[in-house]
């Protein structure tokens, strides 16, 4: 029996944000109000996506990526980001933008890091606690070429869409990494063998 991929992600974001019971929310259904703050924890689960199931590793960094002096360990080897404010804080939304630059300068790439936007507390923001609008938050993502969802941890509001999307997209560029892979050791195996060929005849005219 193959072993089932395993896709590990990230949430990041500022303390408050909902990380914590979104995590939870989408690994156990149940909704948590009270949490350790300052601990990190790591979360998994098998998850059924259009081409498969797979596992899925969850990494709740609890608001600690605001201590650069740790932030790179959690960035580092982790396949996507779900990058998380809440709708009823804009400082929160704010943030995103130098967490997106902390990412991208770990992972040491600018372009093809599988990310999500997520806006959390959709529950409270219908209750005019709402501080980000859909218009700016959306205006953000498509600067970023990702994807933006609006969730709440309480009610379930598109919890599974936030991270079956970011399982998509890390799904999606694996898949294009070991097709290039692929290309790359087929082109070596047939320069090698052209390269044998070429020196053989030579041999054979001597």
């Not at 949490?35 to 797979?54: E, F, H, I, N």
């Not at 290039?180 to 090698?192: D, E, I, T």
Request: hydrophobic share 35%; with cysteine.
């Amino acid at each position: 029996m193959s072993q089932l991929p395993m896709h590990r992600i990230v949430m990041v974001g500022t303390g408050g944000v909902g990380k914590s019971a979104l995590t939870v929310k989408f690994i156990s259904g149940d909704f948590v109000q009270e949490y350790d703050p300052t601990k990190a924890d790591s979360y998994s689960r098998q998850v059924q996506l259009d081409d498969g199931p797979c596992l899925v590793d969850i990494l709740d960094t609890a608001g600690q990526e605001e201590y650069s002096a740790i932030q790179d360990n959690f960035y580092r080897g982790r396949d996507g980001f779900m990058l998380v404010f809440s709708l009823c804080e804009y400082e929160s939304f704010q943030f995103m933008h130098e967490l997106r630059e902390r990412i991208l300068r770990v992972v040491d790439t600018i372009a093809d890091v599988p990310m999500v936007l997520v806006g959390n507390k959709y529950d409270l923001a219908t209750r005019n606690y709402r501080q980000v609008s859909i218009e700016e938050a959306q205006e953000l993502a498509l600067s970023w070429n990702a994807m933006y969802v609006e969730t709440s941890a309480k009610t379930g509001e598109n919890v599974e869409t936030a991270y079956k999307e970011l399982l998509r997209l890390i799904s999606r560029r694996k898949l294009r990494e070991n097709l290039s892979n692929k290309q790359k050791q087929a082109m070596a195996l047939s320069n090698g063998q052209h390269g044998a060929g070429k020196k053989d005849k030579s041999c054979s005219i001597m």
